[in-house]
């Protein structure tokens, strides 16, 4: 059974840092295709796609994030991470490390498509 489990949200002020990892069990690193990613939701408003990495390595961002976070991931550990820098208060939300058996780049893949979603990690920014 696949588990995303989300560490490292709490509470900075802005223009600060954090890094946010997600220790991933039962999955699909052996698959041929993943997409693997952060979304996250405000309270509010609707939930947003921050940040994907495909199988090949292949990155994309949500306009509002980059320049500022950084999505990694270390196969040998089985851990994605989410480099947040120069932090802002409209980061502030719950954030969710998710994953599917796809590729990134398959035209309308969105939120709803993805299999597997952490418990989520709160991400507090103070102005």
């Known amino acids: 059974q696949v588990q995303l489990v989300e560490s490292g949200g709490g509470s900075v002020q802005a223009g600060g840092s954090l890094r946010l990892s997600c220790a991933v069990s039962?999955?699909?690193?052996?698959?041929?295709?993943?997409?693997m990613g952060w979304f996250r939701q405000a309270p509010g408003k609707e939930r947003e796609e921050v940040t994907t990495?495909?199988?090949?390595?292949?990155?994309s961002y949500a306009d509002s994030v980059k320049g500022r976070f950084i999505i990694s991931k270390d196969n040998a550990k089985n851990i994605l991470y989410l480099q947040m820098n120069n932090l802002k208060p409209g980061d502030t939300a719950m954030y969710y490390c998710?994953?599917?058996?796809?590729?990134?780049?398959?035209?309308?893949?969105?939120?709803?498509?993805?299999?597997?979603w952490g418990q989520g990690t709160q991400v507090t920014v103070s102005s």
């Open positions: 998710v994953a599917v058996a796809k590729n990134c780049w398959i035209p309308g893949l969105g939120g709803a498509d993805f299999d597997y």
């Open positions: 990495i495909d199988s090949d390595g292949s990155t």
């Open positions: 039962g999955y699909t690193y052996t698959y041929s295709s993943y997409c």
